[in-house]
């Protein structure tokens, strides 16, 4: 009677489907010896953020923590300032961290993921008192800008504002003190994704910041890795964890477990 139960378990157990991370394992990606990430974030709610604890919290994080335990990896997570981020993947300090638009000189010390953890929907936010129509980039000459330091807006709006004669930049350490330097006006302008923007301003109770009608652009944020170690066999691998995230709905849970609804319209709809 024993043995025939243990021979109806063992075919039991013959049958059962392969384990969640038998799904990334690829006979043309050799296996990779990855068993722990230290990775860095920064404050960008809802995406990433600081809870109460001092933990790392958001949509994102929770995405990064789903994509190690499907892959079977440890994982920290650490909110950090943004320009000390890029230094500490530069110098391999940190192995990943999330999330950075694409550019050559990034790419020149990071690998990126070919899947974007988010895509950046990147609003113009102004004072009320102040509003003024925009409908190309050049109607933001002369204004004073907001931007975090190391902060990626578009290429041509970058290279305007690095030759120094197309609006002026006032560099700031967080978002949210960018808004409130526009709520004081000493800046004209704040350029941020409008999920971060909504979640700021609402925390902030600022009505007098609107969003301009027109976006600047939308981007493809995406988490990267140090070129300090390599990662060639473990990014296809959370390529498609990340992927199987957006599919099977997991994203969509956290995105509208962490998304303020109902956020403010831009101000042609008002």
Same mark, same amino acid.
Not at 17 to 44: I, K, M, Q, W
Not at 52 to 67: D, F, P, R
């Given at each position: 009677?024993?043995?025939?139960?243990?021979? !109806?378990?063992?075919?039991?157990?013959?049958?059962?489907?392969?384990?969640?991370?038998?799904?990334?394992? @690829?006979?043309?990606?050799?296996?990779?010896?990855?068993?722990?990430?230290?990775? $860095?974030?920064?404050? @960008?709610?809802? @995406?990433?953020?600081?809870?109460?604890? $001092?933990?790392?919290? $958001?949509?994102?994080?929770?995405? &990064?923590?789903?994509?190690?335990?499907?892959?079977?990896?440890?994982?920290? *997570?650490? =909110?950090?300032?943004?320009?000390?981020?890029?230094?500490?993947?530069?110098?391999?300090?940190?192995?990943? &961290?999330?999330?950075?638009?694409?550019? +050559? +000189?990034?790419?020149? %010390? &990071?690998?990126?993921?070919? *899947?974007? =953890?988010?895509?950046?929907?990147?609003?113009?936010?102004?004072?009320? !008192? $102040?509003?003024?129509?925009?409908?190309?980039?050049?109607?933001?000459?002369?204004?004073?800008?907001?931007?975090?330091?190391?902060?990626?807006?578009?290429?041509?709006?970058?290279?305007?504002?690095?030759?120094?004669?197309? !609006? +002026?930049?006032?560099?700031?350490?967080?978002?949210?003190?960018?808004?409130?330097?526009?709520?004081?006006?000493?800046?004209?302008?704040? *350029?941020?994704?409008?999920?971060? #923007?909504?979640?700021?301003?609402?925390? &902030?109770? #600022?009505?007098?910041?609107?969003?301009?009608?027109? !976006?600047?652009?939308?981007?493809? #944020?995406?988490?990267?890795?140090?070129?300090?170690?390599? @990662?060639?066999?473990?990014?296809?691998?959370?390529?498609?964890?990340?992927? +199987?995230?957006?599919?099977?709905?997991? %994203?969509?849970?956290?995105?509208?477990?962490?998304?303020?609804?109902?956020?403010?319209?831009?101000?042609?709809?008002?």
């Amino acid at each position: 009677m024993v043995r025939a139960a243990m021979v !109806a378990v063992i075919l039991a157990l013959s049958v059962q489907p392969a384990l969640a991370s038998d799904r990334y394992r @690829f006979a043309a990606v050799p296996p990779h010896h990855v068993s722990h990430l230290s990775c $860095g974030t920064n404050e @960008f709610p809802p @995406f990433t953020y600081a809870d109460a604890k $001092g933990n790392a919290a $958001g949509i994102e994080v929770e995405v &990064m923590e789903e994509v190690a335990r499907r892959l079977g990896l440890s994982i920290d *997570i650490t =909110i950090l300032p943004w320009p000390r981020m890029l230094s500490m993947m530069r110098s391999g300090e940190l192995d990943c &961290m999330f999330a950075a638009f694409h550019t +050559e +000189e990034r790419a020149s %010390y &990071m690998q990126f993921t070919q *899947i974007p =953890i988010h895509v950046s929907r990147l609003a113009i936010y102004t004072h009320r !008192a $102040g509003a003024f129509p925009l409908t190309r980039l050049e109607d933001l000459r002369g204004r004073r800008i907001g931007l975090i330091r190391d902060f990626q807006t578009v290429p041509a709006l970058d290279d305007a504002l690095a030759r120094g004669d197309f !609006a +002026e930049v006032i560099l700031g350490t967080s978002f949210r003190q960018m808004f409130d330097q526009l709520a004081a006006r000493r800046i004209d302008v704040v *350029i941020v994704n409008h999920h971060v #923007a909504e979640n700021i301003l609402s925390e &902030m109770g #600022a009505h007098e910041i609107i969003e301009l009608p027109h !976006a600047l652009s939308s981007n493809s #944020a995406f988490v990267t890795f140090t070129r300090q170690r390599s @990662f060639d066999t473990l990014i296809p691998k959370i390529n498609y964890a990340l992927f +199987e995230i957006i599919a099977d709905g997991t %994203y969509a849970r956290l995105f509208a477990a962490h998304i303020i609804q109902g956020v403010a319209p831009p101000l042609e709809e008002r």
